[in-house]
């Protein structure tokens, strides 16, 4: 079984510090052997990342849609931001990549997808996140997972980690064979039979980031 992490930050995202070192050597620490990189709006993270990590580095991005957050997994180039979820979807799919929901139903955080716009798309959604260690409420995952019930949706538990101290305080552990390439076919069949583990970050993660995080980035 392999411990991964579908979503990761680094010091690409405008509300990270962590630099592609730092966080493959706290990942190997942690004894993680499979992550995706999914900075807003931006894969150059996860390419170096993919380039020096000993372990496989799946590219990702954090997409700000025009109605709020989608992530693309197994990505080949930069998805632009802006546009509706419907349309990022399609760019997504169309690089052969994975559509994942992070964090739906988290009412404290600005760029939720809206629940119409996740009606539209949800037929199109590969994964759902089902735990993210820094939503506020439990029953936010709580809803998260009774949505990828109703639809038939694998799950996945995330960290959304921002810093190093958040790497590998949880992850889904998955039965997947390594010494092959990782695909998102092959990514989708191992989650149907992963293991969630869970374990939230404190609240005051957020508030500690608005005083150390650099000045956003477009």
Do not use: W
Request: net charge negative; aromatic share 4%; glycine share 6%.
């Amino acid at each position: 079984m392999i411990k991964s992490d579908f979503h990761i930050h680094s010091k690409y995202s405008p509300d990270s510090l962590l630099s592609i070192d730092s966080l493959i050597r706290r990942c190997i620490g942690k004894g993680l052997g499979l992550i995706a990189i999914t900075d807003h709006n931006a894969i150059q993270g996860a390419l170096e990342a993919r380039e020096i990590s000993p372990f496989p580095v799946i590219v990702g991005e954090e997409v700000t849609t025009a109605d709020g957050e989608l992530t693309g997994l197994f990505l080949k180039e930069l998805v632009p931001r802006g546009l509706t979820a419907q349309e990022t979807v399609k760019i997504i799919k169309a690089q052969g990549g994975l559509v994942s929901v992070p964090h739906p139903f988290d009412t404290f955080r600005r760029n939720v997808i809206s629940e119409s716009a996740l009606s539209e798309i949800i037929m199109d959604v590969d994964i759902i996140e089902g735990f993210n260690a820094r939503n506020t409420l439990n029953s936010a995952n709580n809803k998260a997972k009774t949505l990828a019930l109703e639809h038939s949706k694998p799950i996945t538990s995330v960290t959304d980690s921002h810093t190093s101290y958040e790497l590998g305080r949880c992850y889904t552990e998955l039965p997947i064979d390594l010494s092959k390439d990782i695909t998102p076919h092959a990514l989708l069949e191992s989650l149907s039979n992963a293991h969630l583990h869970e374990n939230k970050v404190t609240p005051m993660i957020h508030i500690c980031l608005l005083y150390t995080s650099p000045s956003p980035r477009d």
